[in-house]
C-alpha cells in the first residue's frame, strides 16, 4: 500500500476524486444502488495478477469472487493477450451468418464438443449468458414446432434463479426485484419453489424437502398439461441467489421426472461450467443430461466477453435440418478475438489440468478450512462444492433465524471483508465466494483468516 503522505499517494488521491466525479456524473452502472455509490464513491480498481486486484490507491485485494465468477485462469494471463493481439492482427472481425465462418469460430466449437458431455456435439455462440438463455428460449419453441407441436411453450423455471438480465434472461430467472422492474415475466414463462432447504426447509430433513421441490416440476407440468411445456430451466446450483446447493435427492427426482414427461431440459453452467465444480461441466458432477447447456463467464475467463449455448444432437439435428433459417444471431456470434481467448484459455486449463487440481486438491483443501468457520458464533451453515461456496450468517444458530434485513449484516461484512483486503460477495446475508481455479493452499488460507477477521468485526457490530 502506498504511504498516505507520500506525493505518490497524494497523486493518486487526486486521480481518485477525479475518476469517482467523473463516474457519478456519467456513469449509470449495472446493478448498483446510485444513491450508496454517490455516498461511498466507487472502488476504482486499476490491475489485477493471479488472485490480486489492487484499487487506485494501491489497496490489495485477494479477489474471493473471480471478478463476477468468471475469472477462472487468475488475472494476467499473458498468452490470452497474445492470442488476442495476433487474431486481431489476423482478422478482428467476420460474421458468422449467411453460410459465412471463421477458423476460431469452427476450432473453438470443435473444442467444446470434445469438452461436453458425449452427446452434445454442437455450439451456437453469443456475447453473454444472458444473450445465451435468449437463444435457449428461441431454440426451444422453434426446435418443438418443427417436431410439429407448436403449443409447447412454456418454459418451467424457478424462483430465485438468476438467468440473465435481458427481456428473456430477466423472465427466466426467478428474482422479484427484477420482475418487479419492467413488467416481468413475459408471457409463457413460469416459475416453481426453489430447493433451498437452509432458508425454506422449516422442520422437513434436506432430503425431504428435496423430493418436495422436485416434485413440484412435475405438479407443475400437470397443471399446464405436458402439450404446453417446451422446457425446464435451472441453474446446477444456483449462484447469485445464493450458492444454493439442492439437497442430495433433489436431482435423481428431477432427472426421473424429465424422463418420464417430453420437455427438454436446459441447465444453465454459466457460473459452474469451464471447471468450477472440478469436471468440466457440473452436468457431469450432478449427473445430468441436458438437452441444452448454456455457457459463458469462464468461457474465456472474461478476458473478452463470449457465451453460447452447447446442444445436444437431438437437438441439433432438429433445428439443422433442412427446413429454413433459425432466424436468431447476434454480429458477435463466434466473434473470432473472442474465439482466440477462449481457445487459449480452454489450452491454458488443460495445460495446467486445472480441472482436475479443483476435484483432488483445491476444493477440499478449501472446503475443509471453510468448514472451521461453521464454528464461528455468527455462521449458521457453511456449504460448498468444487471452488464456489456461501457461508450463511444469522441470529440464532439453533433456530437458522437469521437478522431483520435492516440490520443489513451481509452488507456490514462484505465491507469489512474489503477493510482487511478480501473481496466477498453478499447476497442478503448469505456471503459468497467463487476464487480463481488458480488459488494455491496459501492464498485459500489468507483467505480464510481474511474472512474470520471480517466475521469477527461483524459479529462485535450485530452483538
Ligand atoms: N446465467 C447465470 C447462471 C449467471 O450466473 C449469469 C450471470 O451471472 C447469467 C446467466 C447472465 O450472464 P451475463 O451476465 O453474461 O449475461
Same mark, same amino acid.
Given at each position: 500500500m502506498t504511504n498516505p503522505l507520500s506525493t505518490d499517494a497524494m497523486s493518486q488521491q487526486h486521480k481518485l476524486e477525479r475518476l469517482q466525479a467523473a463516474d457519478k456524473q456519467h456513469f449509470i452502472h449495472p446493478f448498483t444502488d446510485s444513491k450508496g455509490l454517490a455516498v461511498k464513491g466507487t472502488r476504482v480498481i486499476e490491475r489485477a495478477e493471479g488472485v490480486y486486484l489492487w484499487d487506485v490507491m494501491g489497496h490489495k485485494l485477494l479477489d474471493g469472487m473471480a471478478g463476477l465468477w468468471c475469472v477462472n485462469v487468475g488475472y494476467g494471463r499473458q498468452s490470452i493477450v497474445d492470442a488476442v493481439s495476433k487474431q486481431m492482427q489476423k482478422l478482428p472481425f467476420y460474421n458468422s451468418f449467411f453460410q459465412c465462418s471463421h477458423p476460431p469460430a469452427i476450432e473453438l466449437a470443435q473444442k467444446i464438443a470434445s469438452l461436453a458431455p458425449a452427446h452434445m456435439n454442437n455450439v451456437f455462440f453469443t456475447g453473454s449468458g444472458s444473450e445465451s438463455n435468449d437463444t435457449n428460449l428461441r431454440m426451444v419453441r422453434r426446435y418443438w414446432d418443427l417436431k410439429g407441436k407448436p403449443s409447447k411453450k412454456t418454459i418451467i423455471s424457478r424462483v430465485n434463479a438468476y438467468h440473465g438480465s435481458t427481456v428473456a434472461g430477466a423472465s427466466l430467472g426467478g428474482m422479484s426485484g427484477m420482475h418487479e422492474q419492467g413488467d416481468l415475466p413475459i408471457p409463457g414463462v413460469v416459475h416453481i419453489a426453489q430447493p433451498y432447504w437452509y432458508a425454506e426447509g422449516k422442520d422437513l430433513s434436506p432430503e425431504e424437502f428435496g423430493l418436495k421441490t422436485a416434485q413440484a416440476l412435475e405438479a407443475k407440468i400437470i397443471e399446464l398439461g405436458e402439450d404446453n411445456v417446451a422446457a425446464f430451466i435451472a441453474e446446477p446450483f444456483q449462484g447469485a441467489g445464493g450458492v444454493i446447493i439442492p439437497p442430495s435427492t433433489y436431482w435423481p427426482e428431477i432427472k426421473r421426472i424429465l424422463a418420464k414427461y417430453d420437455i427438454?431440459?436446459?441447465?444453465?453452467?454459466?457460473?459452474? $461450467?469451464?471447471? @468450477?465444480?472440478?469436471?468440466?461441466? =457440473? !452436468?457431469?458432477?450432478?449427473?445430468?443430461?441436458?438437452? %441444452?447447456?448454456?455457457?459463458?463467464?469462464?468461457?474465456?475467463?472474461?478476458?473478452?466477453?463470449?457465451?453460447?449455448?452447447?446442444?445436444?444432437?437431438?437437438?441439433?439435428?432438429?433445428?439443422?435440418?433442412?427446413?429454413?433459417?433459425?432466424?436468431?444471431?447476434?454480429?458477435?456470434?463466434?466473434?473470432?478475438?473472442?474465439?482466440?481467448?477462449?481457445?487459449?484459455?480452454?489450452?491454458?486449463?488443460?495445460?495446467?489440468?486445472?480441472?482436475?487440481?479443483?476435484?483432488?486438491?483445491?476444493?477440499?483443501?478449501?472446503?475443509?478450512?471453510?468448514?472451521?468457520?461453521?464454528?464461528?458464533?455468527?455462521? $449458521?451453515?457453511? @456449504?460448498?462444492?468444487?471452488?464456489? =461456496? !456461501?457461508?450463511?450468517?444469522?441470529?440464532?444458530?439453533? %433456530?437458522?433465524?437469521?437478522?431483520?434485513?435492516n440490520v443489513g449484516v451481509g452488507?456490514?461484512?462484505?465491507?469489512?471483508?474489503?477493510?482487511?483486503?478480501?473481496?466477498?460477495r453478499s447476497v442478503g446475508d448469505t456471503m459468497i465466494i467463487s476464487p480463481p481455479l488458480t488459488i494455491s493452499h496459501a492464498e485459500i488460507d489468507e483467505l480464510v483468516a481474511k474472512a474470520t477477521q471480517a466475521l469477527n468485526d461483524t459479529y462485535q457490530h450485530v452483538k
Open positions: 427438454l431440459f436446459i441447465l444453465d453452467e454459466v457460473i459452474s $461450467g469451464f471447471g @468450477r465444480t472440478g469436471k468440466w461441466f =457440473a !452436468a457431469e458432477y450432478f449427473d445430468l443430461q441436458p438437452d %441444452l447447456i448454456t455457457i459463458a463467464k469462464g468461457m474465456t475467463s472474461g478476458y473478452v466477453p463470449m457465451g453460447g449455448v452447447i446442444v445436444s444432437d437431438k437437438v441439433a439435428e432438429v433445428i439443422k435440418q433442412d427446413c429454413g433459417e433459425f432466424t436468431h444471431g447476434f454480429t458477435y456470434s463466434g466473434h473470432p478475438v473472442a474465439a482466440a481467448a477462449a481457445l487459449e484459455n480452454i489450452r491454458i486449463i488443460e495445460q495446467e489440468k486445472l480441472v482436475e487440481r479443483v476435484a483432488n486438491d483445491t476444493s477440499p483443501y478449501l472446503q475443509s478450512r471453510l468448514q472451521q468457520l461453521a464454528e464461528h458464533p455468527l455462521v $449458521g451453515e457453511v @456449504r460448498g462444492v468444487g471452488l464456489v =461456496a !456461501a457461508i450463511e450468517l444469522v441470529k440464532d444458530k439453533s %433456530l437458522r433465524q437469521r437478522f431483520d434485513a452488507t456490514y461484512c462484505r465491507d469489512a471483508c474489503i477493510t482487511h483486503g478480501l473481496v466477498m
